[in-house]
C-alpha cells in the first residue's frame, strides 16, 4: 500500500536559489498520509522536487520520520 501526495514549494526569498519545505508543511502531508493509513505504520519511499512541488510518496516499509525530519528530508 502507498500514499502519494504533493507538497508545494513556496517562492524563495530574494537572493535564495529555492524556496523551502516548512516543518508545518510537511506535518500537513503527514497528516494526510496517517489518515489513509489508519493504525498502520507507515514511512517516506521517495520524494522528488521538480518545478514547485515535492511529490512524496509513503508506504509501509518506508522510512519512518516526524515533521521535522521529513522538512530537513526535503529541503535537502
Known sequence: MTFEDSIKVPKP????TRGSITEKQA?????L?????G????GLIR?????G???V???LNGRALDAK???YELNN
Open 13 to 16: 526569498p530574494k537572493g535564495a
Open 27 to 31: 506535518a500537513a502531508s503527514l497528516a
Open 53 to 55: 512541488a515535492v511529490s
Open 47 to 51: 520524494a522528488e522536487r521538480a518545478a
Open 39 to 42: 493504525e498502520a505504520r507507515f
Open 33 to 37: 498520509a496517517g489518515k489513509a493509513f
Open 69 to 71: 525530519g521529513l522538512a
Open 57 to 59: 510518496l509513503y508506504g
